[in-house]
């Protein structure tokens, strides 16, 4: 069972990725953001410190879902992808950082 402030840090986050996806950074306000997650204004301040903050978990949440996303289709694949390709590792057997096959 999620805490109340679990509920409320995933309400802002869900409120505002439509809203920055739909406004950008600069439309978006932060009343704009409480109204849509109906949360008090206080709860971003104490949960990201200001809008930049959320603004910057919103991002990092973005990319870790992007990384998961890509790691799926990138095992499903038949064809190995070049390390390369991801990162600057050289043309070792493996790639120990990013764990793809690179030959």
Request: charged share 25%; hydrophobic share 40%; proline share 2%.
């Amino acid at each position: 069972m999620t805490r109340p402030a679990e509920h409320t840090r995933d309400a802002i986050i869900k409120a505002a990725v439509h809203l920055f996806a739909e406004k950008g950074f600069d439309g978006t306000s932060v009343r704009d953001i409480v109204t849509k997650a109906r949360v008090n204004q206080a709860a971003i301040n104490y949960h990201f410190k200001s809008k930049v903050g959320l603004y910057l978990e919103v991002l990092k949440t973005a990319f870790e879902k992007l990384t998961r996303l890509m790691q799926v289709l990138i095992r499903r694949s038949s064809k190995p992808f070049l390390a390369s390709r991801l990162c600057e590792a050289s043309y070792a057997s493996n790639c120990d950082h990013c764990y793809y096959a690179t030959k």
